[in-house]
């Protein structure tokens, strides 16, 4: 069994910036965030492997970093040139390698306002 306990998010005017972060009670192959706007269905924003191969959603390329740090099972996720429409539930999500997205935080809201 894995924990996630996340922390950061907010209230930010579009064009700001806010970071999240994301602590796992032991190390884990890959992490990353997922998030879920209202009415929306929750979808993949960024993941990192113990060997730092990140992915990113087309959407927020060149605009949030994600990284980690493997001696403290910590993962970061720097949002930059934040606009509205990334608004939503930001869930800190791990997994083990070839498995599925089995642990979760409880979630942080981000909100952007125009």
């Known amino acids: 069994q894995v924990q996630l306990v996340e922390s950061g998010g907010g209230l930010v005017q579009a064009g700001g910036s806010l970071r999240l972060s994301c602590a796992a009670s032991r190390s884990i192959f890959t992490m990353g965030w997922f998030r879920q706007a209202p009415g929306k269905q929750r979808e993949l924003v960024a993941t990192?492997?113990?060997?730092?191969?990140?992915n990113y959603v087309d959407d927020v390329k060149g605009r949030f970093t994600i990284s980690r740090d493997n001696a403290k099972n910590t993962v970061l996720l720097q949002m930059n040139s934040l606009k509205p429409e990334d608004t939503a539930v930001y869930y800190c999500?791990?997994?083990?390698?070839?498995?599925?997205?089995?642990?979760w935080g409880q979630g942080t809201q981000v909100t952007v306002s125009s």
């Open positions: 990192i492997d113990i060997y730092g191969n990140r």
């Open positions: 999500t791990a997994r083990w390698a070839g498995g599925r997205y089995d642990y």
